[in-house]
C-alpha cells in the first residue's frame, strides 16, 4: 500500500512539473513584441505626381483613388505608410497620410491633409481592423491585392509602385 502512494504521489510530481515547463514551441518560437517605428510626416503630396488605382470592385462610387508615390514607405516595423488622396466626382478631395500593418490588416490614419497643403493630426490615431469599417474601400484594396498580397508586406518602395502601377501585387493570382 506505501508503495501504491508513493507511486501516486512520484507521478503527480512529474505531471506537474511537465505542466510547468515550457512547450516546444515556447521555448524556440517566443512571442516577440511588436513596436511601430516612429512615423514623420511627407511633404504634401504633388497632385501633378499620383498614380491611380481601382478601388471600385467591392462598391460603386463615383470617387477616384489615388496615392502620391514620393510617401510611400516600407518600415522595418511591417507597416506600409502612404499618403492617399481621394477624389469624389465633384472634384472633393480627401487627402490623408495612412499606414497599413500588413500582418494584422490594420489601418491607423496618422495625418489629414488640409486646404493650404499641410498637415493637421486627426482627432484618433489608432490602429483599427480594416474589416471593422465598411468605408475603407481603398484601403483595403491596397491591403489585399496591392501593398500586402497575403498578408505580406510588398519588400520596398519600388515593389510598392510597380504594385500600383499594374493594379495588382505580381505575386497574386490573375
Avoid at 508503495?3 to 507521478?11: A, E, P
Wanted: hydrophobic share 35%; proline share 5%; glycine share 4%.
Amino acid at each position: 500500500m506505501k508503495l501504491f502512494s508513493v507511486l501516486v504521489t512520484f507521478s503527480i510530481l512529474i505531471i506537474l512539473s511537465a505542466c510547468a515547463n515550457k512547450t516546444f514551441k515556447d521555448q524556440f518560437e517566443e512571442e516577440k513584441t511588436w513596436t511601430e517605428r516612429a512615423t514623420q510626416l511627407p511633404p504634401y503630396p504633388d497632385m501633378n505626381n499620383l498614380l491611380e488605382f481601382d478601388a471600385t470592385g467591392q462598391a460603386v462610387t463615383g470617387n477616384q483613388y489615388l496615392i502620391d508615390p514620393a510617401s510611400i514607405s516600407v518600415g522595418e516595423d511591417g507597416v506600409i505608410r502612404f499618403s492617399l488622396i481621394i477624389k469624389s466626382s465633384s472634384g472633393a478631395l480627401n487627402v490623408s497620410y495612412e499606414g497599413i500593418r500588413c500582418e494584422t490588416t490594420e489601418r491607423k490614419l496618422y495625418a489629414l491633409g488640409r486646404n493650404d497643403k499641410t498637415w493637421a493630426e486627426p482627432r484618433v490615431s489608432e490602429w483599427e481592423k480594416l474589416i471593422n469599417v465598411r468605408q475603407l474601400y481603398a484601403q483595403r484594396e491596397l491591403a489585399r491585392n496591392i501593398f500586402c498580397p497575403n498578408r505580406q508586406i510588398v519588400r520596398n518602395k519600388e515593389d510598392a509602385i510597380q504594385a500600383l502601377k499594374t493594379g495588382y501585387h505580381p505575386s497574386m493570382p490573375r
